[in-house]
């Protein structure tokens, strides 16, 4: 047991070791195109393509913080908008940051500074197939929805979401199932299958988000909508009842298990005294065959194991 008492000396104030590093990006939106950098080869993440910024120094506020990285890294004097997106992610190495997208705009060209090899203006069509740092993935999705909303499927581009959900589950070795909730149009809660590595049944992708949902809006999730890239089982399906979960959105359908119009409908029985709105298929052939893909490798890993054993 490590506790205060043992161990006064230990600072009231979060550790980076348990808090995300916060960090702020700007995002210049000009005629279709927005502006990345690649990182240099000698700093952290090389040669990856990012937005703009960096970490906020002690004491330092976001749009503090974001001028300065600005002036560094291209030589400009910004001038810092609305926060567009927040989100958060983990790195491979480990490393958790916060991130917050802000609009910003500058007179004058910027150069390529400290820390950064090139810019690029890049056409929003096109941003999605850049090799962004895992950061800026959510980001890239979301951000020409969030320019265009009444032109861009909300739904899809947040099945797009839970989808990188469900490749990192796939890369966890885990069955790739990835889920979200959005609440009022942003991302509260973003999970993924971790039965294997938790060595726990119940952590389906949709448990995960309702409970980290729960914790910011309470037991029931009035206005929230839950992104899944695998149709509900009859465990997640109950619970989605449970929390009153207004809508649901799905990918793949699941024909063993899927309790959401397959197997089952528990989401919209009339017998139970909560219903939601379902659709269902959005993205679904990409989830699908993710999945194949993940049972097709483990039936071959098996069958090695097979064949050392007899030693055929
Ligand atoms: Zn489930």
Known sequence: MTSREENPARPLVSSPADAPIEVVAGVFVRDGHVL???RAADVPYPLRW??????LEPGESPADALRRELAEELNVHAHIGEELWHSQAEYPDGMRFHLRFYRVSWDGTAEARAGIAQLRWVPLSELEHYDVLEGDREFCLVLPWLLDPENVDADDV??????????????EGEVPVGAIVVHHGRILARGRNAVERKQ?????????????????LGRRLEGCTLYVTLEPCPMCAGAIVWARIPRVVFAA???????CGTLYNIVQDERLNHRCQLRGGVRAEESAELLRRFFQQLREQERGV????TGK
Not at 200 to 216: F, K, P, W, Y
Not at 306 to 309: K, Q, Y
């Open 36 to 38: 990345l950098c690649q």
């Open 50 to 55: 990012e937005f703009p910024g960096g970490k």
């Open 158 to 171: 947040f099945m797009r979401v839970a989808l990188l959900e469900a490749q990192r589950a796939y890369a």
């Open 200 to 216: 726990d049944a119940t952590l389906h992708a949709e448990m995960q988000v309702i409970r980290e949902a729960s914790r910011h």
């Open 253 to 259: 359908a699941d024909p063993r298990a899927g309790a």
């Open 306 to 309: 097979d064949s050392r054993n």
